[in-house]
């Protein structure tokens, strides 16, 4: 529901293609300046989304409502154009975010930079703040995250368990699979095609494709060394976390509750009910996206206060 009935309507971006430092790209969208000194905050979108999604739109809505300049970021391929490389993102690779915030930061002195993230670049923001030396306080000043697959084996055994995980995995398979198919001809020579196309579940792709394209032994490996729940306990920057106790992506047994209660700078909000990404109340004639306006407070609460600890 919350799919359908988030509004498309969002601030004006400005699109700009940054060139990596690897020889590939990321196409990142700016939203309006407010004023020289407004904080700004790096919005990355789920498991292939984009900048367009409407929960993107939405949540920079309320960002510049509150004085704040959302810069949404594609993860590579995601834009409407394939990337260069023969790899793509995965849920752990930090690599682009991080160098992101650094491009934001060199732009932008002086002003306080935040970060948001949903499901996978939730996971992703979370696991930059963690794997830092400095608990990621050396990059953002505030973070918030939305229905985050804190534990990626955990989550993708559900997603092949429950008809609706079912459903969402049909849904983003079919995605993944015109984007190796566009790639057919440089990939073969470093994965089986076929067997990738072929693959009926996340996990048989990420088997197939996302671990031998960035090193990994295998799906396993991949998902304990990316699932976010091991870096929580050295994040030192103020994160709300939103979660529902009935997100399909993830079983209630895995939200990382004890985590978050022994580190004071993690604020998990786990609500019963509010699906993945969805936080939705009020009624299909007057939809209310309580989960948008709660990140976008936090952060313009937390970033536009000198004093905020």
């Given at each position: 529901m919350?799919?359908?009935?988030?509004?498309?309507q969002?601030?004006?971006?400005?699109?700009?293609?940054?060139?990596?430092p690897?020889?590939?790209?990321?196409?990142?969208?700016?939203g309006?300046?407010?004023?020289?000194d407004?904080?700004?905050?790096?919005?990355?979108?789920?498991?292939?989304?984009?900048?367009?999604?409407?929960y993107?739109?939405?949540?920079?809505?309320?960002?510049?409502?509150?004085?704040?300049?959302?810069?949404?970021?594609?993860?590579?391929?995601?834009?409407?154009?394939?990337?260069?490389?023969?790899?793509?993102?995965?849920?752990g690779?930090?690599?682009?975010?991080?160098?992101?915030?650094?491009?934001?930061?060199?732009?932008?002195?002086?002003?306080?930079?935040?970060?948001?993230?949903?499901?996978?670049?939730?996971?992703?923001?979370?696991?930059?703040?963690?794997?830092?030396?400095?608990?990621g306080?050396?990059?953002?000043?505030?973070?918030?995250v939305?229905?985050?697959?804190?534990?990626?084996?955990?989550?993708?055994?559900?997603?092949?368990?429950?008809?609706?995980?079912?459903?969402?995995?049909?849904?983003?398979?079919?995605?993944?699979?015109?984007?190796?198919?566009?790639?057919?001809?440089?990939l073969?020579?470093?994965?089986?095609?076929?067997?990738?196309?072929?693959?009926?579940?996340?996990?048989?792709?990420?088997?197939?494709?996302?671990?031998?394209?960035?090193?990994?032994?295998?799906?396993?490996?991949?998902?304990?060394?990316?699932?976010?729940?091991?870096?929580?306990?050295?994040?030192?920057?103020?994160t709300?976390?939103?979660?529902?106790?009935?997100?399909?992506?993830?079983?209630?047994?895995?939200?990382?509750?004890?985590?978050t209660?022994?580190n004071?700078?993690?604020?998990?909000?786990l609500?019963?009910?509010?699906?993945?990404?969805?936080?939705?109340?009020?009624s299909?004639?007057?939809?209310?996206?309580?989960?948008d306006?709660?990140?976008?407070?936090?952060l313009?609460?937390?970033?536009?206060?000198?004093?905020?600890?």
């Amino acid at each position: 529901m919350a799919r359908v009935l988030r509004s498309p309507q969002g601030p004006t971006f400005e699109r700009e293609r940054l060139e990596t430092p690897d020889g590939d790209f990321v196409d990142v969208d700016w939203g309006p300046e407010l004023d020289p000194d407004a904080p700004l905050v790096m919005v990355l979108h789920g498991l292939e989304g984009s900048s367009q999604r409407r929960y993107v739109r939405s949540v920079s809505r309320e960002l510049v409502a509150r004085g704040v300049r959302p810069v949404a970021m594609n993860f590579r391929g995601c834009s409407g154009e394939p990337n260069r490389l023969l790899r793509y993102y995965h849920s752990g690779d930090t690599a682009d975010a991080g160098w992101l915030v650094s491009v934001i930061r060199d732009r932008n002195p002086g002003r306080r930079v935040g970060g948001l993230g949903f499901s996978l670049g939730g996971n992703v923001l979370l696991k930059l703040m963690g794997e830092r030396i400095d608990g990621g306080t050396g990059l953002l000043d505030a973070a918030a995250v939305m229905s985050v697959p804190y534990d990626l084996a955990a989550g993708c055994a559900l997603m092949e368990r429950s008809r609706m995980g079912r459903l969402y995995s049909a849904y983003f398979l079919r995605s993944l699979r015109r984007k190796i198919e566009s790639k057919r001809a440089r990939l073969e020579p470093v994965i089986d095609v076929d067997s990738a196309l072929r693959a009926p579940t996340i996990w048989a792709f990420d088997e197939r494709v996302t671990a031998p394209l960035n090193g990994f032994a295998d799906a396993a490996e991949y998902y304990a060394k990316s699932s976010s729940f091991s870096f929580l306990p050295a994040i030192r920057v103020p994160t709300l976390l939103l979660h529902a106790k009935d997100d399909p992506f993830l079983p209630s047994r895995a939200i990382p509750v004890a985590a978050t209660e022994s580190n004071d700078r993690l604020d998990l909000q786990l609500n019963d009910s509010g699906g993945h990404v969805g936080f939705l109340e009020g009624s299909p004639w007057s939809p209310r996206f309580w989960g948008d306006r709660a990140a976008a407070n936090f952060l313009a609460r937390r970033l536009r206060s000198r004093s905020a600890p």
